[in-house]
């Protein structure tokens, strides 16, 4: 009898043994499964992309889980779950993660749940790690004219430093750019979310012009929105104290002129339609605007250099930086909206005083040439010079012996120079980085186009409001050459090239909302239709839903 119980007792454990085991294989081979079905059934190249890394990394570990046990989801799993669901604090779309998915799993036993959710939290961390890093979108997939070349993120390296992170939500922040400026819009998003949810603002009604030394109940509306927005502190409110909130008091004319200020209006005080149409834009879109620019942001590199010039298009205006200071601002003229000027990075080399101006073949052929054939003298009066062709080796023409009438945009061989001089078109100071896009900062004639608040009338090339200023300043750090030196060159009328000892950085960009060291919210005019194009790229037919 004794003899059976034992054997009995051996049956039991040896049935019973293999139970702790058999579960944690099961749990390798359901997430081998769960990856390899799941690049079968991806939805685009990049989820192809993503699933194929996933499936090489947990191959080469054994498929060992990284946030899941044996019968449950480990304590990782939760946490990486609330940052994934965080991630519209960075204007990201959680949904992009499958946080929804995620949730209903948190809670699995079984094996294969439990793979799901281990494919599901890795595939989140991946593209949210990416996203962070380097932008949802390819800029030049977004945009054609946007040529910035942002540093990929490695997906393989991801997983692997997320295995031995001891802090994900201090590993994850090593991916956002590591900048105020990024830092800045991302809490005003925050602030004009809340704001959001408080109801956000209504529309102030058309009228005449709200002037100061005006009584209309719309003045009351104006107050409340300013308040609203912090452009009108409480202290400064005179309505506070008693005063009639409908009077267009002196007090309120700062408050008004920094709202202009921040949205890039000229700062006269007067609510005319310019100014009412940006207090009536609805604050679903700003909310879009900064989300969209939050995108941009991602796709600059974090160091722009410790001086560096920075133009920003939507805004039409230049500033030369010597970190932390901003040494320079100044107005510039850029691109017409069918002239859009490029957005790229580059490094400016040389200065040129009384610079020549090789008319570029497209202005020649469709804007001199009718001209010409109207007056064959218009090169002479206007300082051109005609040359044969392009070559190097190329002769002076003389306009009076060619035939115009047998010259057509389709035939015109000729290049055009204009010499240096007053009414030259490049002005007296030209600034260059040599780029293919032929692209460069100069000087113009044309003074009174600086007074107008959007300033959209080049050919694509960038005019500046006061060239021997900026020439001062971006010559002072790497040459001998002062304010006077550079005043006397220009006087002189030789053509003069300036090497610069330390070459300056030159980012033109394309910003819509940015936030200032001081705090201020700025929002500009969407000139070139490239918030349109972002938004579409980044959520195609869910547009207009960012927010």
Not at 219 to 245: F, H, I, S, Y
Not at 343 to 354: C, K, L, Q
Not at 365 to 392: C, M, T
């Amino acid at each position: 009898m004794l003899r059976n119980a034992a054997w009995l007792i051996c049956v039991v454990l040896v049935l019973s043994a293999p139970a702790r085991p058999v579960l944690a294989q099961a749990l390798p081979l359901a997430l081998a499964d769960e990856l390899t079905s799941g690049v079968a059934a991806a939805a685009n190249d990049d989820e192809v992309e993503t699933l194929t890394v996933l499936e090489r990394f947990y191959s080469a570990h054994g498929d060992r889980p990284l946030w899941v046990q044996d019968t449950a989801a480990g304590p990782r799993a939760g946490r990486l779950a609330q940052l994934l669901g965080a991630a519209d604090l960075d204007g990201l779309d959680p949904a992009d993660y499958r946080t929804g998915e995620i949730a209903d799993l948190l809670g699995a036993t079984t094996p294969q749940a439990l793979a799901r959710l281990e494919a599901l939290l890795s595939l989140g961390l991946v593209r949210y790690a990416a996203d962070l890093g380097q932008g949802r979108t390819t800029p030049h997939v977004a945009d054609p004219e946007l040529f910035v070349f942002r540093e990929e993120v490695r997906k393989e390296a991801v997983l692997q430093a997320a295995a031995e992170a001891p802090d994900l939500d201090r590993f994850l922040d090593h991916y956002r750019p590591q900048t105020d400026r990024y830092d800045r819009q991302k809490a005003a998003l925050a602030e004009y979310r809340a704001l959001a949810l408080q109801g956000g603002w209504q529309p102030i009604p058309e009228g005449e012009t709200l002037k100061p030394g005006m009584t209309d109940p719309r003045v009351g509306l104006l107050r409340q929105r300013l308040r609203l927005v912090g452009d009108l502190k409480p202290t400064d409110d005179r309505a506070e104290t008693g005063g009639d909130a409908n009077f267009y008091d002196e007090a309120l004319v700062p408050a008004v002129k920094w709202m202009q200020y921040r949205h890039g209006l000229a700062q006269d005080a007067a609510v005319g339609n310019r100014t009412l149409a940006a207090l009536n834009v609805p604050i679903e879109t700003r909310i879009e605007q900064m989300i969209l620019n939050l995108e941009r942001r991602r796709w600059m590199v974090d160091d722009l250099g410790q001086r560096h010039i920075f133009v920003n298009l939507a805004d039409q205006q230049l500033k030369l930086v010597d970190e932390p200071r901003t040494l320079l601002d100044m107005p510039v003229v850029v691109g017409k909206p069918y002239h859009r000027t490029p957005i790229f990075s580059h490094t400016m080399t040389y200065v040129e005083i009384n610079p020549y101006w090789n008319v570029p073949p497209s202005i020649a052929r469709d804007e001199l040439l009718p001209k010409i054939k109207q007056d064959a003298g218009y090169l002479a009066k206007h300082n051109y010079v005609l040359f044969s062709d392009w070559s190097s080796g190329a002769t002076v023409v003389d306009p009076q012996s060619v035939d115009w009438s047998q010259v057509s945009k389709a035939s015109f061989p000729y290049k055009i120079r204009q010499d240096s001089g007053d009414g030259n078109a490049l002005g007296r100071v030209k600034f260059m980085f040599p780029n293919h896009f032929n692209i460069y900062l100069h000087d113009t004639p044309s003074k009174g186009l600086f007074s107008r608040p959007e300033r959209t009338f080049s050919h694509g090339c960038i005019r500046v409001q006061n060239p021997p200023l900026l020439a001062e300043y971006v010559l002072a750090a790497s040459t001998d050459w002062d304010r006077a030196r550079i005043e006397a060159a220009i006087a002189s009328g030789e053509r003069t090239i300036v090497t610069l000892k330390e070459p300056l950085p030159v980012h033109i960009s394309y910003l819509t909302s940015w936030v200032n060291k001081d705090g201020s919210v700025h929002f500009r005019n969407d000139v070139y239709a490239r918030d349109a194009a972002l938004a579409k790229a980044l959520l195609g037919v869910r547009s207009g839903a960012l927010r």
